[in-house]
Every structure is written in structure tokens, then in C-alpha cells.
T-cell receptor, first 111, second 115 residues
Framework: DAKTTQPPSMDCAEGRAANLPCNHS???????VYWYRQIHSQGPQYIIH???NNETNEMASLIITEDRKSSTLILPHATLRDTAVYYC????????????FGQGTRLTINP | EPEVTQTPSHQVTQMGQEVILRCVPI?????FYWYRQILGQKVEFLVS????????KSEIFDDQFSVERPDGSNFTLKIRSTKLEDSAMYFC?????????????FGPGTRLTVL
């Protein structure tokens, strides 16, 4: 699976959009980009995933660049409850099915 | 909304004892996983399970560990003789499909403390 690079920490004001970047320059054509988050020591929570098109759900939007070498997770109106560690994971189709977690980005939402 | 459940939420045991961590995956899911997270460290894959067989296991998953689906709903992780370094959060996950486009959903975890 391709490696990902994320900033170790970010801050965002409550009510503003939080934009979390992820670099995955070695991504292959059949690899999906997944985003999870972990609040304190709770189980990782699925947020969103995509292959090449931008995706949106009730939690977030995922913007993938045309060359697929990077992506951005957007939380449109961040709340204090969005404070968490966010993981960007690239995962191959049909290969090893495990998720490989990195250190992620610790996002702090400030009041 | 269906969710993965795990019991107990916290297990304290003495070194050398056996522990069984239990998980109830989402009902129509067919693929099951265990991960662990030592305090302050990354979430690490332990094992994946499908059709009553281990599909993949990590180097961490040595002979002290075993998994079982004893009935149609439960999925268990057994640690035969616990060590101090087994202290961690253990997360169960399940997914509906095997392909990369499928999503793994995680349970809340069991905190294992080995004394």
C-alpha cells in the first residue's frame, strides 16, 4: 500500500472549515483513499473514502487532485466534537485488506 | 444504525493468565479483523478472518493469539498467556466486502491491562 504523509497537528476555529491535507504521491490506480478519525482512545471512526472523484457525505467532503497524489478532507463547519486524530489511509483493491494506520493529524478545534 | 460491539470494555488480568475478548460484528458482514493500540502508539493490524479461516496475520499475532467465530454472531480474540506488553486497546472491525472499496467499521474497543 502507498504511504501517506500528513501534518502532525492542526488547529481550527469552531464554526470554520477544517481542511486536512494528505500526500500520497506513490498511489496506484487501484488504490482508494480512506479517512478515519479517532477521538481519545475510542475505536477509529470511518469518515469517507474515494478513488478518483470528489466525494461528499453528511460528515465531510473529500477532494482528490487530478493526479491523485494528494487529497484534502474538509469538515465544513467544525465543532468542538471534531477534535480528534485524523488518519488518511491508502488501500489497495483486492490485495491485503488490512488498514495501515500512520500517526495521523491531531486536529484541535478551538472555541 | 448497525454497529460493532465489544465486551468487556475493560479487562484487568494477571500476567500469564488467558483472556478472551469478544466482539459482535455488524450482522451482514463477512470479514472480521482485530487491531490493537498500545497507549500513545499507532493502531496496528493483528489479524483478518473470513469463512472461518485466518486470511492474514501480522508478526504480532504469534502462537499466543487465536481467533474464533464460535457461533453466528460472536468473534473472539484469545490471548493464551498474557504478558505485560499485551496491555493495549484492542479493536474489532468488520466489513461487508473484501475489495478495497469496502469499509471497515470499528467497535469501541476493549482496554486490556496486564498486571
Amino acid at each position: 500500500d502507498a504511504k501517506t504523509t500528513q501534518p502532525p497537528s492542526m488547529d481550527c476555529a469552531e464554526g470554520r472549515a477544517a481542511n486536512l491535507p494528505c500526500n500520497h504521491s506513490t498511489i496506484s490506480g487501484n488504490e482508494y483513499v480512506y479517512w478515519y478519525r479517532q477521538i481519545h482512545s475510542q475505536g477509529p471512526q470511518y469518515i469517507i473514502h474515494g478513488l478518483k472523484n470528489n466525494e461528499t457525505n453528511e460528515m465531510a467532503s473529500l477532494i482528490i487532485t487530478e493526479d491523485r497524489k494528494s487529497s484534502t478532507l474538509i469538515l465544513p463547519h467544525a465543532t468542538l466534537r471534531d477534535t480528534a486524530v485524523y488518519y488518511c489511509i491508502v488501500r489497495v483493491v483486492g490485495g491485503a485488506q488490512k488498514l495501515v494506520f500512520g500517526q495521523g493529524t491531531r486536529l484541535t478545534i478551538n472555541p | 444504525e448497525p454497529e460493532v460491539t465489544q465486551t468487556p470494555s475493560h479487562q484487568v488480568t494477571q500476567m500469564g493468565q488467558e483472556v478472551i475478548l469478544r466482539c459482535v460484528p455488524i450482522s451482514n458482514h463477512l470479514y472480521f479483523y482485530w487491531y490493537r493500540q498500545i497507549l500513545g502508539q499507532k493502531v496496528e493490524f493483528l489479524v483478518s478472518f473470513y469463512n472461518n479461516e485466518i486470511s492474514e496475520k501480522s508478526e504480532i499475532f504469534d502462537d499466543q493469539f487465536s481467533v474464533e467465530r464460535p457461533d453466528g454472531s460472536n468473534f473472539t480474540l484469545k490471548i493464551r498467556s498474557t504478558k505485560l506488553e499485551d496491555s493495549a486497546m484492542y479493536f474489532c472491525a468488520s466489513s461487508e466486502a473484501w475489495r478495497g472499496g469496502s469499509t471497515q467499521y470499528f467497535g469501541p474497543g476493549t482496554r486490556l491491562t496486564v498486571l
